[in-house]
């Protein structure tokens, strides 16, 4: 299969969205990710969890393409985005031209506006982003990914600054989006919650490798009381060296 990029980023096999065999990126001389190895299946949804620092940014910038300082071996599709917390967008650009941006060819608004449909902003094709507000910006940028029909989508903490509501609605909306596109897509997050909501499998990053790594094999629409759901989450909580309260003891009967 033909490539894109240069150096040590090239396009991966098809039923494989991404192969990373001993990938190491360092700053100042401190590897942050460390002879790292991982493989994403074609259409897998994966959360990547892992401590502040640990390197979860570092690792989706490498395979979005935008660090290539690296040793090690990196496998992606051609056609993959990526969306971050902050969606930004160019003031200075209405929405659809926003949702184009660096795309090649002629901007061609209806194309844009599909996208927009898409994610619920089709009457906001001719806003300025100023006038958006945070979920729509986020959608938005949702939309910008779209329009590049990603095999691989990357989403670095895209429902980190929205409050609880806009959130529930915007995660919603990814696992729609996924199960319609089937592309793999990558989710970094810091919710335990959000992970296995969404994912197919979750991975926890720790001193530079993927240190844990277990399938969420669990019918959606998922429901937060499940003892499946609740013995994964407590796993996943242990791995993130974060400790549970104990269960309280249950009232004396009087
Ligand atoms: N451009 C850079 N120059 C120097 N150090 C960097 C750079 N980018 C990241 N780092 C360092 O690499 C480490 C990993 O950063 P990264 O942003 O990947 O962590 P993260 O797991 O995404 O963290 P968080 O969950 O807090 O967003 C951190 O110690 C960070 O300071």
């Known amino acids: 299969m033909a490539t894109d990029l240069h150096g040590p980023v090239s396009t991966a096999p098809r039923t494989t969205a991404v192969q990373v065999e001993g990938l190491t990126r360092s700053f100042d001389g401190r590897p942050v990710i460390d002879r790292l190895d991982l493989t994403l299946r074609a259409g897998e949804f994966t959360a990547l969890l892992g401590r502040s ?5 570092t690792l989706l910038r490498v395979l979005a393409g935008l660090d290539r300082d690296i040793a090690g071996t990196v496998l992606v599709p051609k056609r ?3 969306a971050f917390q902050a969606p930004r967008l160019m003031p200075w650009k209405r929405v659809w031209r926003n949702v184009l941006l660096g795309l090649p060819g002629k901007a061609d608004r209806a194309v844009a506006e599909r996208a927009l449909e898409e994610v619920g902003l089709g009457h906001r094709a001719g806003a300025w982003p100023k006038t958006l507000s945070g979920g729509e910006a986020q959608r938005a940028s949702l939309a910008r990914a779209l329009v590049r029909e990603p095999d691989l989508l ?3 903490e895209p429902f980190g600054a929205l409050d609880a509501l806009t959130r529930l ?5 990814v696992a729609e989006l996924w199960q319609r596109r089937g592309c793999a897509v990558l989710l970094v997050t810091h919710d335990v919650d959000e992970a296995l909501l969404l994912a197919d499998r979750a991975l926890v990053m720790r001193d530079g490798v993927v240190a844990y790594d277990t399938p969420v094999a669990l019918e959606r629409p998922r429901t937060p009381g499940d ?3 609740a013995e994964l989450r407590s796993r996943l909580l242990t791995e993130l060296g974060v400790d549970e309260p104990a ?3 249950a009232p004396a009967a009087a």
């Open 53 to 57: 620092g640990c390197g979860k940014s």
């Open 80 to 82: 993959r985005a990526v």
């Open 154 to 156: 990357l989403l670095d």
């Open 169 to 173: 609605k915007a995660q919603r909306l």
């Open 227 to 229: 003892p499946e759901l």
């Open 247 to 249: 269960p309280r003891p």
